[in-house]
């Protein structure tokens, strides 16, 4: 189900210490959304990859690892940089995990171009703000939040964009709060309304 790695196996303990149960939940939902969207697409994609970066993306908005300047995508890539070449990883994968992190926040990338920052994308923008929910029928909805709990995600993750927005007004989570009216989007998410009984 998850890769079985060393550097699969240190991500969660990293993910685990330094999240909220909230974000360490959504964390693990968006690294399966993304397995269960490529395998429907025939997205062929480097899961060990897929699942470091799905466990870090947020990793920035961890109060640990928050930077008062740079977006948290940036910050979080620098720190998944980090954490690749301690896991022994060549310095050019440290660099993919750190580029699909980045890219998770910014235009949407074709699978073809990079399959691993299109899945996350899809998987992200599905969790936080319910975009293309016709790729994930209400069955898996109840399953995955039977599974991994939504805690009060859709509001964790409005507050830190909106906390990220007014520190760092140029950032894509500025633009999220202020151009695409994410709290009308999370509000409107359909896993926000679908919490298993």
């Known amino acids: 189900m998850f890769p079985e790695t060393p550097a699969a196996a240190a991500a969660l303990s990293v993910a685990t210490r330094f999240h909220s149960p909230s974000l360490l939940n959504h ?13 429907a697409h025939g997205i062929a994609a480097d899961d060990e990859l897929v699942y470091v970066s799905a466990l870090l993306h947020d990793i920035g908005l961890a109060e640990a690892f928050d930077n008062y300047t740079l977006p948290f995508e940036v910050a ?7 954490f690749g070449v301690a896991a022994g ?3 050019e994968r440290a660099s993919r995990a750190a580029e699909i992190i980045v890219t998770h926040m910014r235009d949407d990338v074709s699978a073809t171009a990079d399959p691993e920052s299109h899945l996350l994308q ?11 929910p ?5 069955d898996a909805r109840t399953q995955m939040l039977t599974r991994y709990p939504w805690l009060g995600f859709g509001t964790e993750v409005l507050a830190s964009f909106e906390d990220q927005a007014r520190r760092k007004p140029d950032s894509a989570a500025a633009a999220s709060v202020c151009k695409k009216d994410m709290a009308g989007r999370v509000a409107a998410n359909p896993l926000e309304c679908h919490q298993p009984s």
Do not use: D, K, Q
Request: charged share 15%.
């Open 76 to 82: 979080g890539g620098n720190l998944a940089w980090t």
């Open 122 to 132: 899809v998987a992200t923008s599905w969790e936080a703000v319910g975009r293309r």
């Open 89 to 91: 990883w060549p310095a």
């Open 27 to 39: 964390s693990v939902r968006c690294y399966l959304w993304a397995t269960m969207y490529g395998t």
């Open 134 to 138: 016709e790729e994930f029928p209400p």
